[in-house]
């Protein structure tokens, strides 16, 4: 049953263009940052996920989440 719900996730966030593996409960959302608007489509997913869970009263283990910056981080001093 948890998958209909994990899919729906999934689709919503395809949609706002970013890419999205899923195993189980885990869902994991990769967005490449080149451009300031790229910050803007991140935030868009993150905020969609939130809703998300709000509508269907789950819950978003925060101590579980993370960053992985994959690159020169230089680009977050300008």
Known sequence: ????????????LDK??????AFAEYVNI???IVYDIDCDVLQR?????????NM????ISVNKCCVLNIGNPDWLLM
Do not use: C, H, P, T
């Open 45 to 53: 997913a993150l905020d969609s996920l939130q809703q998300w869970a």
């Open 56 to 59: 269907w009263q789950l819950i």
């Open 1 to 12: 049953m948890f998958l209909v719900y994990v899919n729906e996730l999934i689709e919503l």
């Open 16 to 21: 706002i263009g970013v890419k999205v593996k």
């Open 30 to 32: 990769y967005v490449r």
